[in-house]
T-cell receptor, first 115, second 116 residues
Framework: NAGVTQTPKFRVLKTGQSMTLLCAQD?????MYWYRQDPGMGLRLIHY???????AKGEVPDGYNVSRLKKQNFLLGLESAAPSQTSVYFC??????????????FGSGTQLSVL | DQQVKQNSPSLSVQEGRISILNCDYT??????FLWYKKYPAEGPTFLIS?????DKNEDGRFTVFLNKSAKHLSLHIVPSQPGDSAVYFC???????????????FGAGTRLAVHP
């Protein structure tokens, strides 16, 4: 059972470089999310998608873009990385519905460092 | 402004004793609450949840209590085991409409260490 798979697991970028984080889920979930986790801040929502071809901004969307071209994939892009984007990034998915869409299935995370 | 607060960054408990993790929230419109557990180098996993129409939900060794008047919930783990050592995140959501997306707000987490 793969669940939610994130690639890469680790990445070091220089300021100004770009990259894309990949997320794939095999549970046929409608909803997908990108979170970042920072010390003392908990998990903060960057962007989310409620279905193929749709995306929306979360709490901290600045500096990030996303795409959901296929139902099973959700991509997070950093066009010009900044040191403030050093964080652990988690992708998650869930089914729709009250009491179910809150039960997220997370990937194992991507540790990103921007120098 | 943090709507969901976990004021204790860490907690240390002896194996076999009770672990009590606390969470406070400020938004009275939150109507669904969850606890997630996270081990190092892994993503969080769902542990237990409670709807605002209840004040207690139990699942094996884990019980969540909700005090709506105090805007407080707690997670009790009895008995605590070394394998429970992890970071625990409290989360809350508000049902905006049936069948739709309800945004989760997470607390900062509490690191639980259960020692033999």
């Amino acid at each position: 059972n793969a669940g939610v798979t994130q690639t890469p697991k680790f990445r070091v970028l220089k300021t100004g470089q770009s990259m894309t984080l990949l997320c794939a889920q095999d549970m046929n979930h409608e909803y997908m999310y990108w979170y970042r986790q920072d010390p003392g801040m908990g998990l903060r929502l960057i962007h989310y998608s409620v279905g193929e071809g749709t995306t929306a901004k979360g709490e901290v969307p600045d500096g990030y873009n996303v795409s959901r071209l296929k139902k099973q994939n959700f991509l997070l892009g950093l066009e010009s990385a900044a040191p403030s984007q050093t964080s652990v990034y988690f992708c998650a998915s869930s089914r729709p519905g009250q009491g179910t869409n809150e039960k997220l299935f997370f990937g194992s995370g991507t540790q990103l460092s921007v120098l | 402004d943090q709507q969901v607060k976990q004021n204790s960054p860490s907690l240390s408990v002896q194996e076999g004793r009770i672990s009590i993790l606390n969470c406070d929230y400020t938004n009275s419109m939150f109507d669904y609450f969850l606890w997630y557990k996270k081990y190092p180098a892994e993503g969080p996993t769902f542990l237990i949840s409670i709807s605002s129409i209840k004040d207690k939900n139990e699942d094996g060794r884990f019980t969540v209590f909700l005090n709506k008047s105090a805007k407080h919930l707690s997670l009790h783990i009895v008995p605590s085991q070394p394998g429970d050592s992890a970071v625990y995140f409290c989360a809350a959501s508000q049902s905006l409409f049936s069948g739709g997306y309800n945004k989760l707000i997470f607390g900062a987490g509490t690191r639980l260490a259960v020692h033999p």
